[in-house]
């Protein structure tokens, strides 16, 4: 610490409490003449010498910007709130006592450990402080992240057709069965209670919510009744199916009435998941060859990939270790979603009860077909 800057303790005790001479308290009576102060006032002007000590201690030993002073300052501003200063002389003291560092402490932010040491509930002064924050810094972030997934892209060949990725998924998908069924017998078990229907459609057992044997059962018998329909009422069947069942829910449910986040009772909500098997990922803003080439240098091991027939492929990562809510929030949430989506994955993807498109459905609006491109039931890497 510079020396026009260094803390004089003697002198910033006489300034504080001028009744303080030589360690001698001092009383003034009401007629102007001096007089010892009682044995308990003598205690309490030692306390609080004592707390200014500390103050003046923890000034000088304040650290370097860059080095934790950020949150040093907060525990300077407590003792100065205790060695009985204001606000003010508070937040004079620990600016004139902050050396120069890697960065630029702002009084906004010495202001706020003050505020918050005074008053736990006083208004933060944030107006400035966010014009002084280093900008630069969330610029580097975002080009870093941008860096990191084009890296991951390169790394998974640049470049990937769905056409190219078909022909190596390990379960075959060749056509012969339709895409619904195979999806159903892979990756569920013939008792697993899974939700297939429109994304505002609440869950009803035995409607939208089924075994997947049963699930398999009803589309099998509804593909050799459309059948039937003649050439010229294709779209019918096309139109049946896109309208009815466009989602499903990857993960297995309960069967059991659980809470909404609004605390309505529902069957198909995140508390009403059984098995916390697959976590669903996607990207909006790449281009569909970029986003498997993603997933491939990604090196995750995935159980599906599926074109959503829109801008975007939605990936069945499996949830290893997963067996709870708390698990899932810890692992997925906290864990691989923190990392997804910094690099661009859409947030909204990371509950338990997500749904994805159901490969094997028409989508008028985009003319297209929602198509299954990768199957591993164990889960594997592209």
Not at 132 to 147: D, G, I, N, T, Y
Not at 162 to 179: H, M, Q, Y
Not at 204 to 215: Q, V
Not at 313 to 327: F, G, K, S
């Amino acid at each position: 610490m510079s020396s026009e800057r260094r803390i004089d303790q003697a002198g910033l005790l006489a300034e504080h409490r001028p009744d303080l001479e030589h360690g001698t308290a001092k009383n003034i009576s009401p007629a102007g003449q001096e007089s010892k102060q009682p044995a308990s006032n003598r205690n309490g002007t030692k306390n609080v010498e004592r707390r200014m000590k500390r103050f003046l201690t923890a000034l000088s030993n304040l650290p370097e910007p860059g080095t934790g002073c950020h949150p040093a300052q907060l525990g300077v501003a407590n003792l100065g709130k205790k060695a009985g200063l204001d606000k003010t002389e508070t937040f004079k003291h620990i600016r004139s006592a902050i050396r120069p560092g890697s960065r630029l402490v702002p009084d906004e932010e010495i202001w706020q450990a003050v505020d918050k040491a005074y008053d736990e509930h006083a208004p933060v002064r944030q107006r400035s402080l966010k014009r002084q924050l280093p900008v630069v810094h969330k610029l580097k972030k975002k080009e870093f992240a941008q860096a990191t997934l084009q890296a991951i892209i390169a790394k998974g060949g640049g470049s990937i057709s769905c056409a190219d990725l078909v022909k190596t998924s390990p379960i075959p998908i060749n056509g012969r069965e339709f895409d619904i069924i195979l999806l159903l017998k892979t990756l569920y078990s013939p008792n697993n209670l899974v939700f297939i229907g429109r994304r505002g459609d609440p869950g009803i057992i035995g409607n939208t919510i089924r075994t997947a044997a049963e699930w398999i059962a009803f589309f099998q018998n509804e593909y050799q009744r459309l059948a039937k329909f003649s050439e010229a009422l294709c779209w019918t069947r096309e139109q049946y199916f896109s309208d009815s069942f466009p989602h499903i829910m990857a993960n297995p449910l309960s069967g059991l009435l659980g809470k909404t986040q609004n605390g309505k009772n529902t069957f198909r909500g995140d508390a009403c998941v059984k098995d916390f098997r697959f976590a669903v990922g996607e990207f909006d803003n790449l281009p569909v060859e970029a986003q498997l080439a993603f997933w491939k240098g990604l090196g995750l091991p995935l159980c599906a990939l599926i074109h959503s027939a829109g801008k975007s492929i939605h990936a069945w990562v499996r949830a290893d270790d997963v067996n709870d809510a708390a698990c899932w929030e810890r692992v997925i949430e906290n864990g691989l979603f923190s990392i997804l989506t910094g690099l661009g994955c859409d947030p909204a993807c990371k509950n338990e009860s997500r749904l994805s498109r159901l490969p094997g459905i028409y989508r008028p609006e985009k003319n297209q077909w929602q198509r299954l491109l990768w199957l591993c039931p164990e889960g594997g890497v592209l």
